[in-house]
């Protein structure tokens, strides 16, 4: 199995910066796809990011765009998220996933980090 230990989030002011870390651990070999998930108070988990293998396929949601930045080192086992320009609406707990190759969904969930982002 694949075990994921987030680290980054906390409290920044609007238009400040955050980076969030996601280590996992375990099975590593059979990870394929890296990705970032968030659920604020009152709304649906939505997807944030996501990064395939080897760093080259990435996706965004379109709230994102332009300010985050995912990124992977697989010799860290880690996905990061930069979180640049950041506004009171990106305040939600963020999750990493992973999916290993040859499954449809991410099947491995991190506990969550709070990211509060003040106005």
């Known amino acids: 199995q694949v075990q994921l230990t987030e680290s980054g989030g906390g409290l920044v002011q609007a238009g400040g910066s955050l980076r969030l870390s996601c280590a996992a651990s375990g099975r590593t070999f059979s990870i394929w796809r890296m990705a970032w998930f968030r659920q604020a108070p009152g709304k649906e988990r939505e997807f944030v990011a996501s990064?395939?293998?080897?760093?080259?396929?990435?996706s965004y949601a379109v709230s994102v765009k332009g300010r985050f930045t995912i990124s992977r080192d697989n010799a860290k086992n880690t996905v990061y998220l930069e979180m640049n320009s950041l506004k009171p609406e990106d305040t939600a707990v963020y999750y990493c996933a992973v999916r290993g190759l040859g499954q449809n969904e991410y099947d491995h969930w991190g506990q969550g980090t709070q990211v509060t982002v003040s106005s």
């Open positions: 990064i395939g293998w080897s760093g080259g396929s990435t």
